[in-house]
């Protein structure tokens, strides 16, 4: 099966800095990549996917970086700003029904 | 744009109960999911529907949980009889087709088995 870890359990960042999320996954047949925010209490809200048939995909200050050779995904946020702050989940879309496997979230704490 | 909607926030019960959670999809979607978190742990896979019938069903997904959808719109994951593990939140998640498109998530409802 899909295994799917985070390196780092809790990043912290200033203001306006970037942030750098990393995740690894473990099939190398895995084809779609996903991140979630979670806020305290709420359910997982879609940031940016990416397929595997690309190595890099930009949204509005976040990009997304794949590497299929080391199997690693990462998450860059630019200017992180407080409301950034949550739980940052990278997902794999796994099997016929596409269910997700989730790794183990790192907490991105932006202090002033 | 539209959400998925889940009921009750949080349900409290006491062990060997039953509960019913309730999920709104949103419409045209075809692919469910439920996903529960325990506190503090990663969100884990429980049981993803298809055209009125279960397509795939964890480990943790025993003979105490069941799905439906009973009126084609609602979606309910029903815990026979609760266990004080089963204290989690739970998750609704739906897509509106198969390969990779994103799954929109549900608040979740919050289950405390006393």
């Known amino acids: 099966g899909e295994n799917v870890g985070l390196h780092l359990p809790t990043l912290s960042v200033q203001e306006g800095d970037n942030s750098i999320i990393n995740c690894a996954y473990s099939n190398s047949a895995s084809d779609y990549f996903i991140w979630y925010k979670q806020e305290s209490g709420k359910g997982p809200q879609f940031i940016i996917d990416?397929?595997?048939?690309?190595d890099k995909r930009q949204g509005q200050r976040v990009t997304v970086l794949l590497n299929k050779t080391v199997k690693h995904l990462s998450l860059q946020i630019a200017a992180t700003q407080p409301g950034d702050s949550a739980v940052y989940f990278c997902?794999?879309?796994?099997?016929?029904?596409?269910?997700?496997?989730f790794g183990t979230g790192t907490r991105l704490q932006v202090f002033p | 744009e539209p959400e998925v909607t889940q009921t009750p926030s949080h349900q409290v019960t006491q062990m060997g109960q039953e509960v019913i959670l309730r999920c709104v999809p949103i419409?045209?979607?075809?692919?469910f999911y439920w996903y529960r978190q325990i506190l503090g742990q990663k969100v884990e896979f429980l049981v993803s529907f298809y055209n009125n019938e279960i397509s795939e069903k964890s480990e943790i997904f025993d003979d105490q949980f069941s799905v439906e959808r009973p009126d084609g719109s609602n979606f309910t994951l029903k815990i026979r009889s609760t266990k004080l593990e089963d204290s989690a939140m739970y998750f609704c998640?739906?897509?509106?087709?198969?390969?990779?498109?994103?799954?929109?998530f549900g608040p979740g409802t919050r289950l405390t088995v006393t």
């Open positions: 419409s045209n979607h075809l692919y």
């Open positions: 990416i397929r595997s048939n690309m």
């Open positions: 997902a794999v879309s796994v099997g016929y029904t596409d269910k997700l496997i």
């Open positions: 998640a739906n897509k509106r087709d198969r390969g990779p498109y994103e799954q929109y």
